[in-house]
């Protein structure tokens, strides 16, 4: 069965580091998503790509993320410099994109970020 | 905006209990609405959907019906599982711009159930 491949797993970094992470969807996947997970909470958008164009980064803290999708497979989330805010996990996710609202999407392990 | 409300956990149940998990939203239209689960240092998995009113998603035992008339789509199970022990998230899926839809997730409800 196909998955949503994400890493690294864990990333343990200080403050004002740069970090990235990187996401491979399901093949054939047209629309591609991250979220922030806090924990205790939900999943939070932070942008989603229709192929390699942005449709939605409007949770996206621009001034320090920034994320990119060049030829619309994987992609990668960075962040330059970390806060300790940032703690979190970040899940990316995927779907065909093809049918709206009835979307069904998949989601990767994630990758635990704690900033010290 | 669009939102989804969760009932406050921590459950805890013992096993062959029955489960409830409420869940209602707010949407303009007619949103598909989605359970989502979470098992420790996992990502989520689909549990089931509903795409339209008075349809009922069910998988693995667990059961939920699209309530238009009171927003709703609370998950239900006959008889839980020490093995169901997760965080369980109600999700819906809202139009962003034209033809463009993203998820609203709840805050999630974490369920124990003790053998």
């Known amino acids: 069965e196909a998955e949503v491949a994400q890493s690294p797993r864990y990333k343990i970094t200080e403050k004002s580091q740069a970090v990235a992470f990187w996401c491979d969807p399901i093949s054939g996947h047209a629309t591609l998503y991250w979220y922030r997970q806090i924990l205790g909470q939900g999943p939070e958008l932070l942008v989603q790509f229709q192929d390699e164009s942005v449709v939605d980064d409007s949770q996206l803290p621009k001034d320090r993320f920034s994320a990119e999708r060049l030829k619309g497979v994987d992609s990668t989330l960075k962040i330059q410099p970390a806060e300790l805010g940032d703690s979190a996990m970040y899940l990316c996710a995927s779907s065909t994109g093809g049918t709206g609202e009835f979307d069904t999407q998949y989601f990767g392990p994630g990758t635990r970020l704690t900033v010290l | 905006g669009d939102s989804v409300t969760q009932m406050e956990g921590p459950v805890t149940l013992s096993e062959e209990a029955f489960l409830t998990i409420n869940c209602t939203y707010t949407?303009?239209?007619?949103?598909?609405l989605f359970w989502y689960v979470q098992y420790p240092g996992e990502g989520l998995q689909l549990l089931l959907k509903?795409?339209?009113?008075?349809d009922k998603g069910s998988n693995k035992g667990f059961e939920a019906t699209y309530r238009k008339e009171t927003t709703s789509f609370h998950l239900e199970k006959g008889s839980v599982q020490v093995s169901d022990s997760a965080v369980y998230f109600c999700?819906?899926?809202?139009?962003?711009?034209?033809?463009?839809?993203?998820?609203?997730f709840g805050t999630g409800t974490r369920l124990k159930v003790l053998a």
């Open positions: 999700a819906l899926s809202g139009l962003i711009t034209s033809g463009t839809y993203k998820y609203i």
């Open positions: 509903a795409t339209k009113a008075d």
């Open positions: 949407a303009t239209g007619y949103p598909s």
